[in-house]
């Protein structure tokens, strides 16, 4: 299945494989998409309320995804060498990509997006 480039869509898409076609499951991919609440009320016969919460779910998905991601890294980074024969001849970064189920091409998209969004906004760089 190919998965949307945008790092909060790939998020979305992979978190709602379960029931892909569920109302829930296509409003937040309509949502990630920047479809107006609107348009997807009408579509799905769903109150601008329930919309309002999978946006807020789709949010706070990229956020825990954010969050683990560095985190993983930072643990794994403090592995000694001798000891990452674990994760394998692919690296890192490869390990967390295939953990978080996202191409290596599409978790290193992330990685710049979270490098250039904590300059800007003074967190630590991964």
Do not use: Q
Not at 40 to 53: G, N, T, Y
Not at 73 to 80: C, G
């Amino acid at each position: 299945m190919d998965l949307p480039k945008d790092i909060n869509s790939t998020f979305v898409w992979l978190d709602t494989l379960s029931d892909p076609y569920s109302d829930d499951s296509i409003a937040r991919r309509l949502a990630i998409l920047c479809v107006e609440d609107e348009i997807i009320s009408r579509v799905l016969d769903m109150p601008i309320k329930r919309i309002e919460e999978l946006r807020n779910m789709n949010t706070a998905l990229s956020n825990k995804m954010k969050h683990f991601a560095i985190n993983l890294k930072k643990e794994l980074e403090a592995i000694p060498k001798d000891e990452l024969m674990l994760i394998g001849a692919d690296g890192i970064d490869d390990a967390i990509s295939k953990t978080i189920g996202m191409d290596i091409e599409v978790y290193d998209e992330m990685l710049k997006m979270f490098r250039y969004n904590n300059a800007i906004f003074g967190e630590p760089i991964l």
